[in-house]
């Protein structure tokens, strides 16, 4: 049964690499090299996502980048079930609006199952995200 269910699993699996990896990576504004996107990822507003090279998106990843842009660098792991969200925005810059801020994801960066990349959190340059990554308030 074992040799039954990886043969199904092939099928999924064939048309995520040769259909819709492609389709993601070609209407994104800018895609670097050696870049892997996941079954079943979401990407809403993929006109506003960037992606640098050696960028792996998990399976069931999550990413809403309707109003905003969403840089993600080079060299960047995301688990399964990683979700980014934009649209919040620092309280202390007066007279911007929310489509004008950008989240950015650093560099050699891996974020891990379940996490969540909300209200302008920035991950730092080589971190390793266990948890939800929140904005600290000081």
């Known amino acids: ?35 892997k996107i996941g079954r079943n990822a979401r990407i809403y507003g993929v006109k506003n996502l960037i992606l ?14 309707t109003r905003a842009k969403v ?7 995301f688990g399964p079930n990683v979700t980014i969200i934009t649209g919040g925005h620092r309280t202390d810059l007066v007279g911007r609006y929310m489509t004008t801020v950008t989240r950015r994801p650093g560099h050699n960066l891996w974020v891990t199952t379940g ?5 302008l959190s920035c991950a730092a340059l080589q971190s390793v995200a266990v948890r939800s990554l929140r904005r600290a308030r000081s």
């Open 1 to 35: 049964m074992k040799n039954l269910y990886d043969m199904i699993q092939i099928i999924p699996r064939a048309f995520n690499r040769l259909f819709i990896s492609p389709i993601i990576r070609v209407s994104c504004t800018k895609c670097g090299s050696c870049v």
């Open 52 to 65: 640098g090279s050696d960028v792996s998106i998990g399976e069931r990843a999550t990413i809403m980048c």
């Open 115 to 119: 996490s969540e990349l909300m209200q």
């Open 71 to 77: 840089k993600i660098g080079d060299h960047v792991m």
